[in-house]
Every structure is written in structure tokens, then in C-alpha cells.
């Protein structure tokens, strides 16, 4: 395991990238976080802002806000993977989205990079049941979504972060691209099920159409590109396509995914799920 070399962790406080941080300096590694408050600030919106965070990096995670999948995304990750390889990256680990076309359009820049380059396919984390936009669902009682019963294995961030750190700081996983899900598969409504259970709490699922979703959206004061990228997720990328189990966070890490049981129970510990 190298820790020596300077690691940059894009959306270093995010979801994924605090944890990877976190993940590093326990390892003794000092990595960089780019984030717009970070000493050195990283903005996406912002490439004047690339070159001092790239400054003397060797190894870079890159993940890309909002998502992959949203129309800004390639030219971005080509002209931010340029400017790396131009300033001395060595190896590119990139967080990438399960089934989306639009994403594996920037997998495919980054592995013509001519460095070394690994892609993370994560499903649906299990976190953002604690953590974002369905947390507040969550504690009003009821997740209304415009899905049915198709089935996610829905992955912990934890695993993603472990498998991260791995192939940040490991060789071996060169040219490679891993698909990071749960070990079963879920439904929405499972999903929310289990948390009710181990919660004590009436929490229901309500299926909604995409129409009257899109609409309560927008009168929530979302912008239009934000509510047509959730509709995309919502309606292309849960259709069926990543029904499935994959096997990646064993083949980095030689042991299995956390199982969403295990996710819900502890997360119901910290009372976060707990009526304010």
C-alpha cells in the first residue's frame, strides 16, 4: 500500500469523498481535498481553480457533481483529465454510475488518458436514505417516489470508500472497471420497509407518477435542469438494467458488500431516523 503520494479526493466532503479522506489519514496519508472551501479550492464550474489543486498530485479521485449522466459532464471530465495528465497525474480513479450511457461516455475519456485509470460503477447508496434528499421523506414518514418495483442492490458508501482507498493506494487495478453493488437485490419499497422495522416508525413508500414527481419538484423551487436530471435517474437508469448483483467490492476487497439490513440497523442506532 503506497500513502507517499499526494492524492487529490475531488468532492472531498461529499458523501464519498469525506469518507475516502477520513479513510487516508488513518492510513497516514495527507490527501488534498478539493472541494470550493477546501485551502486550495476545486469548483468544476471554475477550471481556474484546477491548476493549484493539481499541483504536485500523483493520484486523483474524481467525482463529478451533480452526476455523469448530466449534459456538462464530458467536457468537463476532457478538458479536467487533460490538465491533470498535462500537470503530472499518474493514476485517475473515477466514480462512475451504474447503467448510464452519458457516464460511460467520460469513462471512456478518462481511459484514453494514457495513464493509469480505474472505474468505480456504484449503484444507489444506501446513505442517501440518512444523509440526502430522502432523509427528510424518511422522517416526515413517507418516501414518494415516481418508481415501482423494480429491484436496486442498493450499495453502502462505506464499501464504495473502502474499495476507493484500495485502488487509490494499491497497484493491480489498472484498465479495470468494477461494478460496487449491495449483496441482494432491493426494491424501494423494501428498502423502506427495512428501515420502518428496525425505525419502530410507520414509514411508508408512495408511488407516484413522473408527471405529478416533476411537478412537486418544481414547486418545491427546483430549478428544470435539476428536476429533468432526477426524472432521468429516476425513469432511465431504474428500468430494469442494473437488476443485479455484481461481485466488485469483493474482487478489491476480498470480503462481501454490507447488506442493507446491516446499513439500516446501525444507522437507526444514531438516531438520525428520529422524529426532531
Not at 17 to 28: A, F, H, M, P
Not at 231 to 255: C, H, M, P, S, W
Amino acid at each position: 500500500m503506497r500513502t507517499d503520494k499526494t492524492i487529490l479526493v475531488l468532492g472531498g466532503t461529499g458523501k464519498t469523498g469525506r469518507r475516502i479522506v477520513d479513510q487516508l489519514r488513518e492510513l497516514g496519508a495527507d490527501p488534498r481535498v478539493g472541494s470550493r472551501s477546501a485551502p486550495l479550492p476545486f469548483d468544476w464550474e471554475n477550471p481556474q481553480t484546477w491548476p493549484a489543486a493539481l499541483n504536485g498530485v500523483q493520484t486523483v479521485y474524481v467525482s463529478f457533481f451533480p452526476d455523469l449522466a448530466a449534459p456538462a459532464a464530458p467536457a468537463a471530465i476532457r478538458a479536467f483529465t487533460e490538465q491533470a495528465v498535462s500537470a503530472g497525474v499518474e493514476k485517475l480513479v473515477l466514480l462512475s454510475g451504474r447503467g448510464e450511457a452519458e457516464a460511460q461516455v467520460c469513462e471512456e475519456i478518462v481511459a484514453g488518458a494514457g495513464v493509469e485509470w480505474t472505474v468505480l460503477r456504484a449503484s444507489w447508496f444506501n446513505q442517501n436514505f440518512s444523509e440526502n434528499y430522502l432523509l427528510e421523506p424518511v422522517l416526515e414518514g413517507a418516501v414518494v417516489l415516481p418508481v415501482g418495483d423494480i429491484p436496486e442492490p442498493f450499495v453502502d458508501a462505506d464499501d464504495l470508500a473502502d474499495a476507493a482507498v484500495a485502488v487509490l493506494t494499491q497497484d493491480g487495478h489498472h484498465g479495470k472497471i468494477y461494478e460496487l453493488t449491495g449483496p441482494r437485490l432491493l426494491t424501494f419499497a423494501d428498502a423502506v420497509s427495512e428501515i420502518a422495522t428496525t425505525t419502530g416508525r410507520p414509514v411508508a413508500f408512495v408511488p407516484v407518477s413522473v408527471e405529478d414527481y416533476a411537478t412537486a419538484l418544481k414547486e418545491a423551487g427546483l430549478p428544470d435542469d435539476t428536476v429533468g436530471f432526477l426524472i432521468y435517474l429516476f425513469t432511465t437508469v431504474l428500468d430494469g438494467r442494473n437488476a443485479q448483483v455484481e461481485d466488485g467490492v469483493r474482487k478489491i476487497l476480498g470480503r462481501p458488500a454490507r447488506d442493507f439490513a446491516d446499513y439500516a440497523r446501525a444507522t437507526a442506532a444514531t438516531g438520525i431516523w428520529s422524529p426532531r
